[in-house]
C-alpha cells in the first residue's frame, strides 16, 4: 500500500495490539528515494519543485582618478617668431588648462612645444566605467514539496545515503548464511554445496 495511510492508524488491530502512528519523518525515510527518483523519471507522484529567482543588481566600477598630460606651450599664431611667452599647461580631453591656475584655456591657437610628463589627479566626481557586461545577475533557488511538504536539499541527500539500509541487508544476510551452515552441518551431508544467501553477493540492489 502506497500514501500516507501509516501516519493516520488508530485503534488495535485483530490481535488487540494497538497501533502506533508512522512520523512523516519516517515516511520520508521509507519512500523518499523512490519517490523522487519516479519523479526525476518524469512520473506524476505528487512531487513539485517551486523555483525562485532573484534579480541582484551589482555595483558599477568609478574611478576615481585619471590621467592628463603636461606640456610646454605658448599661445600665439606664429611660434617660431616667439610670440607669447611659453608656460606650462595641462591637455585633459581636448582641453586646455593653464598648470598654475587649472583655468581653461580658451584661445584656438595653442603650440606645444615640449611634452613634460603624464600627470594622475583625483576627480572632483567619480567616474562611472562603461562596461559591456551587465551588472544584473540572477540568483536561482529551488524548493522539492513532496506530500505537500517543503522538504530541505540536506533532507533530500539522506535519502540517498546506505545508513541504516545497509546494516539491516547485512544483518539479514548474515543471519541466513548462518542458518545455512547450520543447516548443512545438521546434515551432515559434506559433500554437499554450501549455499549463500542472494544480499552475500552484493547489497547494492537491497540498498
Not at 495511510?5 to 485503534?11: F, H, P, R, S, T
Not at 576615481?64 to 600665439?76: A, K, L
Not at 610670440?83 to 588648462?97: L, M, P, R, V
Amino acid at each position: 500500500m502506497h500514501g500516507l495511510w501509516k501516519e493516520n492508524l488508530g485503534g488495535w488491530n485483530a490481535k488487540d495490539c494497538k497501533r502506533k502512528n508512522q512520523s512523516r519523518k519516517n515516511t520520508l525515510r521509507d519512500k523518499g528515494r523512490v519517490l523522487l527518483n519516479a519523479f526525476y523519471k518524469d512520473k506524476d507522484v505528487g512531487i513539485w519543485e517551486e523555483s525562485e529567482i532573484e534579480i541582484i543588481e551589482d555595483e558599477p566600477m568609478y574611478k576615481q582618478s585619471d590621467w592628463c598630460e603636461i606640456w610646454s606651450v605658448v599661445v600665439g599664431r606664429d611660434t617660431f617668431l616667439s610670440i607669447g611667452k611659453s608656460f606650462y599647461a595641462i591637455e585633459y580631453n581636448g582641453k586646455w588648462y593653464d598648470y598654475i591656475t587649472y583655468d581653461e584655456i580658451t584661445s584656438k591657437n595653442i603650440s606645444q612645444l615640449t611634452f613634460i610628463k603624464k600627470e594622475e589627479f583625483q576627480l572632483d566626481k567619480p567616474k562611472k566605467i562603461p562596461t559591456s557586461r551587465g551588472y544584473f545577475w540572477a540568483s536561482s533557488r529551488s524548493t522539492t514539496f513532496i506530500y505537500g511538504c517543503p522538504i530541505p536539499d540536506w533532507k533530500i541527500s539522506t535519502f540517498y545515503n546506505d545508513g541504516k539500509r545497509r546494516k539491516i541487508a547485512q544483518k539479514m544476510a548474515s543471519a541466513s548464511d548462518r542458518a545455512i551452515i547450520r543447516e548443512w552441518i545438521g546434515r551432515s551431508n559434506w559433500d554437499a554445496e554450501i549455499g549463500t544467501h542472494a544480499l552475500s553477493k552484493g547489497l547494492g540492489w537491497y540498498v
